[in-house]
């Protein structure tokens, strides 16, 4: 394993909180794209691991949502996270398509770049930059368990991004 992918594995370890609390009850914005054009959306579905000797993330987008189309054409995606108090802000990012709304003006969220050129937050206490390394396409040929499927009812089934940690910023909680 490279020193530096060593380095933010372990300081990946570091982090106290459960992984499982932090997608389910906290949620996350997966964000892509760059200062001059971005979208933002919530997101409680993914995980994270140790893949090919990497430490990554995994997202799942629904090819409808206007995230996608920034997820598809950026090399870069990020992860950040949020104390409670934003909770609105995440119920807000997740209920709107930046489609037909300025997310960022409405909810006063303050993007800054990331070290790899991706979008964070300054609200987040959490910052993780991806670099896109795999995608697959659920496939419903694939489901072993047939009530899967009700999640699918307009058959937009998810993309699944696979994306290295490259960079890791514990933000001092604000
Ligand atoms: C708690 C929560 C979790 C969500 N998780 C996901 C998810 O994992 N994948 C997904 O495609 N959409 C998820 N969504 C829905 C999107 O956030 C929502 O459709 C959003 O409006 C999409 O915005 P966009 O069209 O600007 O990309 C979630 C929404 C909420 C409120």
């Not at 189309?69 to 990012?93: D, G, H, P």
């Not at 303050?110 to 991806?130: K, V």
């Not at 009530?147 to 290295?164: A, L, V």
Request: aromatic share 14%; proline share 3%.
């Amino acid at each position: 394993m490279a020193a530096k992918t060593s380095l933010i594995l372990n300081e990946l370890k570091k982090l106290e909180k459960s992984v499982f609390s932090m997608l389910d009850d906290e949620w996350m914005l997966v964000t892509a794209g760059n200062m001059q054009s971005f979208n933002t959306m919530t997101a409680s579905w993914g995980g994270f691991g140790v893949l090919w000797n990497k430490p990554v993330a995994f997202v799942f987008v629904r090819p409808t949502r206007h995230t996608y189309n920034f997820m598809e054409s950026a090399e870069v995606f990020t992860l950040t996270f949020f104390e409670e108090k934003y909770r609105k802000i995440l119920q807000f990012c997740g209920s709107r398509s930046g489609r037909d709304t300025d997310k960022i003006k409405a909810t006063g969220l303050i993007p800054a770049a990331s070290p790899s050129g991706g979008i964070i937050f300054d609200q987040a206490y959490l910052a993780l930059d991806c670099r896109k390394v795999y995608t697959s396409d659920i496939d419903p040929a694939h489901f072993l368990d047939s009530s899967i499927e009700k999640n699918y009812p307009k058959k937009d089934y998810h993309r699944m991004y696979i994306g290295e940690i490259t960079h890791f910023q514990m933000i001092t909680q604000k």
